[in-house]
């Protein structure tokens, strides 16, 4: 179920594969937009993504605006107002790349598809809020490149239907993302649960993509098999847009990924093969091994009570004792050291 985006492996057994979700919140402002690559970059993440979309080719004129988006009026022009200059996507991509960073977009529509393969992206997102449509889902998937799918909303058959018609298409680098569609999302409807089930039951890669505040919920995603994360960056939770308030900032962007990488390198292999090299020390020095409870004279028959369990750990295994028993010492050993081999 891995496969490739760009250099990076993305799968299980992969380190988690890290997007700064830029989205919309550049402002239409382009130093703005490289100042969050840059900041991004700083981060130590893999990706920055950003949303490609026209209003017009979105949303109708007549749609409703959604209650947390409180304070606007009309989301057709709010989204208007959050349109990507399309004329940024190269010289961005190229400005991520020279930073180390992969850079990819949500295309809503055919034309961003389009625009996007034009310029090289190496992999295409798509929204939560797109996921019922199929057929811009099959004209991405066509690409052949690596199709992210966020499942804020979806229900079981949506999900299917979505990954049946990127296999349609040949595709089967698909990574599913759990989400939440709520801005900020609560930690208890996170339900991380659902990446395993979605990962036994469609053979995908699965990631988390985050809502809620902070970095608990992400962390804690990756401890539970994530093989992405997707987090909205801002540079200030209080500049003017709808998705700085509840995104992450720079510097918690940096810890976050730093809490990542400690616990992707704490999940180790699962084996259970004895000490570490670094654990040898305290293997021989702290475990407890027989050792002799008295003085014991040479020539005398080792009973039970002339043993006990201490540290260290030099000593014959204590599970061995019953061998121990009815040997004979073959020199003085005095009360306190360890029983070795040699001495019985």
């Keep these: 179920m891995n496969f490739k985006i760009k250099d990076k492996h993305v799968g299980l057994g992969c380190k988690s594969f890290i997007i700064a979700e830029i989205g919309s919140n550049h402002n239409q402002d382009f130093e703005l937009?490289?100042?969050?690559i840059d900041k991004a970059a700083e981060a130590g993440v893999d990706a920055v993504k950003f949303q490609t979309f026209r209003a017009d080719a979105h949303v109708s004129k007549f749609a409703e605006m959604p209650s947390y988006l409180k304070g606007y009026e009309n989301i057709h022009e709010l989204i208007k107002s959050l349109e990507l200059n399309r004329d940024w996507q190269k010289p961005l991509k190229e400005y991520a790349e020279e930073k180390g960073l992969i850079f990819f977009s949500s295309p809503c529509d055919y034309e961003a598809v389009d625009q996007l393969e034009k310029i090289g992206v190496p992999a295409h997102k798509v929204a939560s809020f797109d996921l019922p449509d199929l057929d811009l889902i099959r004209y991405i998937a066509k690409t052949q490149?690596?199709?992210?799918?966020?499942?804020?909303?979806?229900?079981w058959m949506e999900i299917?239907?979505?990954?049946?018609?990127?296999?349609?298409?040949g595709n089967n680098q698909i990574l599913l993302f759990q989400c939440t569609s709520l801005y900020p999302a609560p930690?208890?409807?996170?339900?991380?649960?659902?990446?395993?089930?979605?990962?036994?039951?469609?053979?995908?890669?699965?990631?988390?993509?985050?809502?809620?505040l902070g970095d608990n919920i992400p962390v804690a995603a990756?401890?539970?098999?994530?093989?992405?994360?997707?987090?909205?960056?801002?540079?200030?939770?209080?500049?003017?847009?709808p998705d700085?308030?509840?995104?992450?900032?720079?510097d918690e962007l940096r810890i976050m990924v730093r809490k990542i990488r400690e616990v992707e390198s704490a999940i180790g292999d699962g084996s259970k093969s004895g000490p570490r090299n670094e654990e040898m020390d305290?293997?021989?020095?702290?475990?407890?091994?027989?050792h002799a409870s008295k003085d014991i004279k040479k020539g005398t028959v080792i009973t039970e009570d002339m043993l006990v369990s201490k540290r260290p750990g030099f000593g014959v295994p204590i599970y061995l004792k019953d061998i121990v028993i009815g040997r004979v010492a073959r020199e003085d050993i005095n009360k306190d050291s360890w029983i070795s081999w040699d001495l019985i």
């Design 282 to 290: 305290m293997f021989h020095k702290v475990r407890r091994s027989l």
């Design 145 to 155: 490149k690596p199709i992210l799918l966020s499942t804020g909303l979806a229900d």
């Design 187 to 212: 930690a208890n409807l996170s339900n991380l649960k659902a990446m395993q089930t979605m990962r036994d039951n469609f053979q995908v890669v699965v990631g988390y993509s985050d809502h809620t």
């Design 222 to 241: 990756v401890a539970m098999g994530a093989s992405a994360i997707e987090k909205h960056f801002t540079l200030d939770r209080k500049m003017s847009g």
């Design 244 to 250: 700085h308030a509840f995104a992450i900032e720079p």
């Design 33 to 36: 937009a490289l100042n969050l």
């Design 160 to 169: 299917q239907r979505a990954v049946d018609v990127c296999r349609e298409e």
